[in-house]
Structures are given as C-alpha cells and as structure tokens.
C-alpha cells in the first residue's frame, strides 16, 4: 500500500510564509503525477497544484502566482512553497499521487492563516 506523508502545516500570520513537504513511498513516485489539494471547513476540496512525473507544473488561477509546487525524484517527495499567506488560504492541505489511474491521500496537514 502506497503512503503519502504531509509534514510542515501551521499557524502563520498573514502574508507570511510556510512550506509544505510530502514524502511518498519510493514504488509509485516516479510515474506519478502528484498534487496538493485543500480543503477549507464547509467547503469541497480544491486543487492547489499539480505536477506530472515530467514535471509539467499548473496551478489554481486563484492564486496569483504565489505558491510554487516541486518535486525531489531523489528524496521521493513534493513540495509546496506557499507565499504571502491570507486568512483564505486556512484549509487542511492534501498530497496526491495518481499512480496509473489510482488516486492515493496524505493524511492532511493543517494550515491556518491569522488576520
């Protein structure tokens, strides 16, 4: 069974900065296009960020341009470098990978933005 481990969610105050590791399990990161999701309280979960085993990267439009999303093939591990942070952005934040058609989840790492 494949595992994705988010580490490094939260509390920041806004327009501050935080970073986001997922470490997977080294038999499906490859070939995996990887993601992170989030997912604010009432809300649907949301996608964040995408990036393909070749490293073609897009984001939600939302964003404006200020998280950035990376992959480590050698540590088997993606990243989310999250910038000029805002209360919106307070969500459980997801890792992702789809393996060959399966979809496996982190567990979540909470992010929250104070005003």
């Known amino acids: 069974q494949a595992q994705l481990v988010e580490s490094g969610g939260g509390l920041v105050q806004a327009g501050g900065s935080l970073s986001l590791s997922c470490a997977v399990s080294?038999?499906?990161?490859?070939?995996?296009?990887m993601g992170w999701y989030r997912q604010a309280p009432g809300k649907q979960r949301e996608l964040v960020a995408t990036?393909?085993?070749?490293?073609?990267?897009k984001y939600a439009d939302s964003l404006e341009g200020r998280f950035t999303i990376s992959r480590d093939n050698a540590k088997n591990t993606i990243y989310l470098q999250m910038n000029g942070l805002k209360t919106e952005d307070t969500a459980v934040y997801y890792c992702?990978?789809?393996?060959?058609?399966?979809?496996?989840w982190g567990q979540g790492t909470q992010v929250t933005v104070s005003s």
């Open positions: 080294q038999i499906i990161f490859k070939t995996s296009d």
């Open positions: 992702n990978a789809d393996f060959r058609g399966r979809l496996f």
């Open positions: 990036i393909t085993s070749d490293s073609r990267i």
